[in-house]
């Protein structure tokens, strides 16, 4: 007897482990939510993330998880990497069938529903990415700390950074900067011991205060966000060059950002169609059907 395939679409970051699961039809039957999956951190740990948020769509959809009845779109932070391209497609997974690509490659397709355009993530990481005529253009996103400008990593740690300075006497303190050294007893020990095991995510922490300082007018916390902005714009502009002329911006910063980008950027955005999630299940199902969306350029 045939058993009905099912389709998924997991994706992962650098905080959190998305996953839908969907029948035939489209009909999403469950959704979950785990912790951090950039594969760069670990693939064991990555991948443990990706079977404890599937585990939760089978149990939101009362089905049993058969996961051999699954065609999965794994979309993973770090996933773009030749290595580790490698390294995936020879990962024992239990899946049906699973294809693997980038979370910014997901995104883009499910916010211009598999048309060409471009995507700017600004999340933990950041990364943009376009689909021109085909091709995929990549700008960006090469990793915490060498890369990965104007994200909420990169906010943290420029905002522990100048904690450092305040508490050294070599800049002037901010209610940001007070409310960070208040975190680490304004200890500057402490916050290199941090420093010293903390993962993006955990810098990612501060992004919130920054943004409600800036706010509320603190100096400091207005220059770095703006100077994020900066770089979200640096990214938007590199795709358009590529020759996408619609842009998405997406991720947990996309809704605190929009108000210190220039009118120039916003006039180049539009709201995405859907989300990560909506593009890997699309990439899924066209795995089936053997049409392959895009090549990567």
């Known amino acids: 007897m045939n058993v009905e395939v099912l ?4 994706d992962g970051g650098g905080t959190k482990c998305l996953a839908r699961l969907a029948d035939a039809k489209g009909q999403t039957l469950g959704e979950g939510r785990s912790g951090p999956a950039n594969v760069r951190r670990g693939l ?4 443990a993330a990706v079977m ?14 058969d996961y051999r009845r699954v065609v999965a779109c794994l979309a993973l932070a770090g996933a773009g990497e030749p290595d580790m391209q490698a390294e995936l497609c020879r990962f024992a997974h239990p899946f049906k069938a699973a294809i693997f690509t980038t979370d910014s490659h997901a995104a883009c397709v499910g916010a211009h529903r598999g048309e060409d355009g471009g995507v700017i ?5 950041s990364i943009g990415e376009a689909i021109v005529r085909g091709g995929r253009h990549r700008v960006g996103g090469w990793g915490f700390p060498v890369s990965d400008e104007g994200s909420g990593a990169w906010l943290g740690l420029e905002t522990v ?3 450092l300075w305040a508490l050294d006497g070599r800049a002037s303190a901010s209610p940001l900067l007070d409310e960070a050294a208040n975190r680490f007893g304004h200890d500057p020990n402490a916050i290199t011991r941090w420093a010293s095991e903390a993962a993006p995510a955990d810098f990612g922490t501060f992004a919130p205060l920054v943004f409600r300082h800036a706010g509320e007018g603190d100096t400091v916390a207005r220059k770095l966000v703006t100077s994020a902005a900066g770089h979200v714009e640096r990214i938007a502009e590199a795709l358009l060059v590529s020759g996408a002329r619609r842009l998405a911006l997406m ?8 108000p210190w980008l220039s009118e120039n950027m916003k006039r180049s955005l539009v709201r995405p169609a859907g989300d990560a999630l909506d593009g890997g299940l699309q990439l899924a199902r066209s795995s089936v059907s053997g049409r392959r969306i895009h090549e990567t350029s």
């Open 52 to 65: 404890d948020a599937t585990a939760q769509c089978f149990e939101q959809a009362a089905l049993a998880p």
């Open 121 to 125: 993530i600004a999340g933990t990481g």
């Open 7 to 10: 389709f998924l679409a997991v």
């Open 161 to 163: 950074r100048r904690t």
């Open 251 to 258: 991720g947990g910063l996309a809704q605190p950002f929009e």
């Open 44 to 47: 064991p740990q990555a991948f």
